[in-house]
């Protein structure tokens, strides 16, 4: 099986990009990440794809006059590279309807929490706030909604009575380490479709 072109999409500091690449490595999965894609120049993300000698691109949204513009970009820069799969790995911007029809069902997010609790900005600080006893992570797949695609896989974490947000976020993150390399595996090797809102996979 040829590997699956990924393209990465980040904002920030790049761990689950990281992540995802030895993920793939340990589980021999058929899928390459080809391309990172920042909207931030500053993004640790970037150094992390030198340093591993995967291409990287900025694609800043203060180069383009509409949000369309700036989306109309990425994709340009992704098909360019043939990527298949986008993964987006702490990349802060909601998608527009194009980017979303570019890639139909093969946009993946991860989320600190179990969604559809906490969706959008400090998951784990509104999970503590709130006084849960479980939160976890979310891979799904993305539409044009906030965290509001079907789910793909989700990882659960005891909230213990002292955590804060950064205590409670570093382990929610070692769970998401290993869910998104999982989950983006098992959607190649299985079959699987969408009912509603529901993934199901052929098993
Ligand atoms: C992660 O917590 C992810 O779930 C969220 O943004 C954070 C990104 O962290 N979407 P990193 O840049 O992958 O380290």
């Excluded at 291409?55 to 992704?78: C, F, G, N």
């Excluded at 947000?165 to 079959?191: D, F, N, P, Q």
Aim: net charge negative; charged share 25%; aromatic share 6%.
């Amino acid at each position: 099986m040829t590997a699956v072109r990924v393209g990465v999409l980040l904002s920030g500091r790049g761990s689950n990009f990281s992540a995802l690449v030895a993920g793939f490595e340990r589980l021999r999965t058929p899928a390459q990440v080809v391309l990172v894609v920042s909207d931030e120049a500053t993004a640790g993300g970037l150094e992390r794809a030198t340093e591993m000698g995967i291409d990287s691109r900025v694609v800043s949204p203060k180069d383009y006059p509409t949000r369309a513009a700036h989306e109309a970009a990425m994709i340009a820069v992704l098909k360019d590279a043939g990527v298949e799969w986008v993964c987006l790995a702490g990349f802060m911007r909601i998608l527009g309807p194009d980017f979303v029809r570019a890639f139909p069902s093969r946009i993946l997010n991860i989320h600190p929490s179990l969604l559809p609790s906490f969706p959008g900005l400090h998951a784990q600080r509104q999970a503590v706030a709130y006084g849960v006893l479980w939160s976890g992570c979310t891979v799904h797949l993305v539409d044009e909604g906030l965290d509001s695609g079907p789910i793909v896989g989700q990882r659960v974490v005891r909230v213990l009575e002292d955590d804060t947000e950064e205590s409670l976020s570093s382990r929610i993150l070692e769970e998401e380490h290993k869910l998104y390399s999982e989950s983006l595996h098992r959607l190649l090797l299985v079959g699987w479709r969408i009912e509603g809102r529901r993934v199901l996979f052929d098993e």
